[in-house]
């Protein structure tokens, strides 16, 4: 197992990352979880049936009392103020005050939404965050909590960190292939905006099947090494920490366009990537063809480049004009001066529909 510390202002917490480790880290919390009135597991419903009776058995163990489970709906569908209210609901039925401790069992869709309900149940009580997913090796980190409105993704919300993150990788020999996408899009951003050794490295597997176990492990670890760094340098997102956005002002506008759900957040992540490396190259100083790599790079590994094809350019435009990193309608976008040194750019329309374009005509080449 390894253990990566993050300091915040706020807080100080653990990430354990490695396979079977619930039983030996909550061993770690035992007198905060005996003191606690009541614990709540708030469960992803396809979770619930895969992994639930792993964290469970040893919870009700260590903390010495039957643990309450809340099943959510799978996936993004979580994110509603609908599940958000009956959540708390739960919370007070049970008869939950301040001193309730609150577990998220699922990939990152559960852990925003219950961080979220966390920071807000009486003003805040405590909460483990164990995530299922490769993705959520990025969200289970940070303190970032979210739920979507029918306007926009992630609009409501807060910053509230956890007391500690479990994350259990054994979980993530259920995952579909699909989700096993998504999370190595962020795995990638990770990799771009910081360290061309490690982007050299991915870029030279053929499928992502052909990444050991171990390789997997220390990946995950590494880029949760990479978000802990920034997150302690800029909790609340005041300035590098706008650099994990890479990838994201784009691939928001495809993923809302395409509707939420029908596309996972890294499968759009992704696409984004390439856009931003489009633009580093035009507006700064990366070297060219990079683009062209991690495109090619991303085709071979199975992300589909459809969406660009679906959607018109000034429908993803509007979407990028509301992303929360833009001001005055300009169009805010993390760049790579070269790969491992990210930046800030306000970028002109023209150019965004430029990038979309060139990315357009690649797209088709693939069709061929
Ligand atoms: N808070 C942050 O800093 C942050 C960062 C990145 C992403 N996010 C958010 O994370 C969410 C995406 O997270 P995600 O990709 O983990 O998706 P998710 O939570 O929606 O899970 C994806 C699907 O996988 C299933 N699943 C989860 N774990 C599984 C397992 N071990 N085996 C089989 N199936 C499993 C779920 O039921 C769901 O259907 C988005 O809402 C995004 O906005 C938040
Ligand atoms: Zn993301």
């Known amino acids: 197992m390894q253990t990566i510390s993050i300091d915040t202002k ?47 058995r040893p919870l009700e163990l260590i903390s010495k009392k039957a643990v309450h489970v809340f099943k959510l709906p799978a996936g993004e569908s979580s994110k509603a103020v609908e599940t958000f209210m009956a959540c708390h609901s739960f919370l007070l039925e049970v008869g939950c005050t301040r001193k309730t401790i609150a577990f998220a069992l699922g990939g990152g869709a559960s852990g925003d939404v219950v961080g979220f309900v966390a920071s807000t149940f009486m003003r805040g009580i405590p909460f483990f965050q164990c995530p299922t997913t490769i993705l959520a090796h990025d969200s289970a980190v940070g303190g970032k909590t979210a739920i979507n409105h029918p306007q926009g993704k992630n609009m409501i919300g807060s910053f509230y960190q956890p007391d500690a993150v479990l994350f259990d990788v054994s979980t993530l020999s259920t995952l579909p292939p699909k989700e096993i996408l998504s999370g190595m899009a962020e795995v990638i951003k990770h990799a771009l905006i910081s360290d061309h ?54 691939g928001h506008a495809i993923e809302a366009s395409t509707g939420y759900g029908k596309i996972t957040h890294g499968e759009s992540v992704a696409i984004g990537l390439v856009i931003s490396l489009l633009l580093s190259e035009k507006v700064q100083s990366l070297q060219k063809g990079t683009a062209r ?5 991303l085709c071979a590994f199975g992300y589909s480049f459809d969406p660009v094809l679906e959607h018109k350019i000034d429908t993803l435009i509007g979407y990028m004009k509301r992303d929360k990193k833009s001001s005055f ?39 061929k």
């Open 10 to 56: 706020n807080k100080h917490y653990n990430v354990y990352v490695g396979s079977h480790i619930y039983e030996s880290v909550l061993t770690l919390y035992e007198k905060q979880l005996q003191k606690a009135d009541h614990v709540v597991i708030f469960v992803d419903e396809v979770v619930a049936k895969l992994h639930l009776e792993n964290l469970l």
């Open 197 to 250: 050794r490690w982007v050299e490295e991915l870029f030279s597997f053929q499928t992502f099947y052909e990444i050991s176990n171990d390789q997997y492990l220390s990946y995950l670890v590494k880029g949760i090494q990479v978000k802990a760094a920034i997150v302690e340098a800029d909790e609340f997102e005041q300035s590098v920490r706008k650099y994990l956005n890479l990838g994201h002002t784009y």
């Open 293 to 297: 790599k991690l495109f090619d790079a």
């Open 329 to 367: 309608g300009d169009l805010h976008f993390v760049l790579l001066e070269q790969i491992g040194q990210p930046c800030m750019e306000i970028v002109s329309v023209k150019e965004v529909l430029l990038a979309h374009e060139q990315l357009r005509k690649w797209s088709m080449e693939v069709h």
